[in-house]
């Protein structure tokens, strides 16, 4: 705010806007951690969030609409928001549209974040665009591979690049975390297929103290049995009936741990009657590990 202040010398205006936010207070619940944000203010404080979050957006808004300008907040994870928080937010920007305020909300999240979205409001299904990010194709992962290492003087052999883009499925973070092994670990370039298969050696390891156990330890033991079973069925999306079958019930049997799975963001439906996990060699982990 005091950049664009300073840019376009409207300092005594954003001034107050500063003070405004200052004033917010509010407890943002992010899965398992909670960040308390506020001051004695008494502007943006009244302690009902919809009407804080409102106050905050129409004075900012207020500022910038005569400038041409807009407010836009963009949030990661966006399926780990409070849901009073997510609430407040998806009411002001439908009460933005209709008092055409310049207040776009951006977020990004698990497959499961337009679920989650619609569940809050149901008309959050018809207020956002929805585009899917999907994995990158063997041509576009190969080059996120190639083209920083060439930068670099480095290089990869034909074989060894093919083996870290088949590993990695296409996921970017999977990208990076071979990426980066290959590139601490190989003692000269071009990088060839020994140097490849150890460093996803190493960095499925990293993946496996870090990214899949952040999951894995968010289950139950019963959402445990539920994700045992659906890896155990060696589809990338099979039945929910299949899965049940596999812990010897039926899918009523295990509706109720089937959507607290979801809604933690482990699994998700890719359609009716079928469900898959979030994050892709979360099954391949769950099969490495021992059974009590």
């Known amino acids: 705010m005091r950049r664009y202040s300073r840019k376009?010398?409207?300092?005594?205006?954003?001034?107050?806007?500063?003070e405004l936010a200052r004033g917010f207070s509010v407890e943002i619940g992010l899965g398992p951690a909670t960040v308390n944000v506020g001051t004695s203010q008494p502007a943006a404080s009244s302690g009902d969030i919809d009407l804080d979050v409102e106050e905050l957006v129409e004075a900012i808004t207020d500022a910038l609409k005569p400038r041409g300008s807009a407010f836009g907040l963009f949030i990661d994870e966006m399926q780990d928001l409070d849901a009073d928080l997510l609430s407040a937010l998806l009411t002001v920007q439908h009460r933005a549209s209709q008092r055409e305020w310049p207040?776009?909300?951006i977020g990004a999240g698990l497959p499961n974040l337009p679920a989650i979205l619609a569940e809050n409001r149901s008309y959050a299904e018809r207020q956002f665009l929805y585009s899917t990010v999907g994995p990158l194709?063997?041509?576009?992962?190969a080059d996120a591979l190639r083209i920083p290492v060439r930068h670099q003087g480095g290089d990869f052999t034909d074989e060894a690049l093919d083996v870290l883009v088949t590993a990695s499925g296409g996921y970017p973070y999977f990208l990076q975390e071979y990426g980066k092994a290959i590139w601490n670990l190989a003692p000269e370039a071009p990088f060839q297929t020994e140097d490849a298969e150890l460093a996803v050696e190493v960095g499925r390891r990293h993946l496996d103290e870090g990214f899949?156990?952040?999951?894995?330890?968010?289950?139950t033991e019963r959402e445990r049995r539920y994700l045992r079973a659906l890896a155990a069925t060696g589809e990338d999306a099979p039945r929910s009936g299949k899965v049940a079958e596999l812990m010897g019930t039926t899918a009523s049997g295990v509706s109720d741990?089937?959507?607290?799975?979801?809604?933690?963001?482990?699994?998700?439906?890719?359609?009716?009657?079928r469900i898959a996990f979030t994050v892709p060699g979360m099954a391949d982990f769950i099969r490495r590990q021992p059974t009590a």
Do not use: C, Y
């Open 137 to 141: 194709d063997r041509d576009a992962a």
């Open 257 to 273: 741990v089937r959507e607290t799975a979801i809604k933690k963001g482990l699994i998700w439906a890719p359609e009716h009657g």
């Open 8 to 18: 376009h010398k409207i300092q005594k205006l954003i001034d107050p806007l500063i």
């Open 212 to 219: 899949f156990p952040s999951r894995w330890n968010r289950a």
């Open 103 to 105: 207040f776009f909300l």
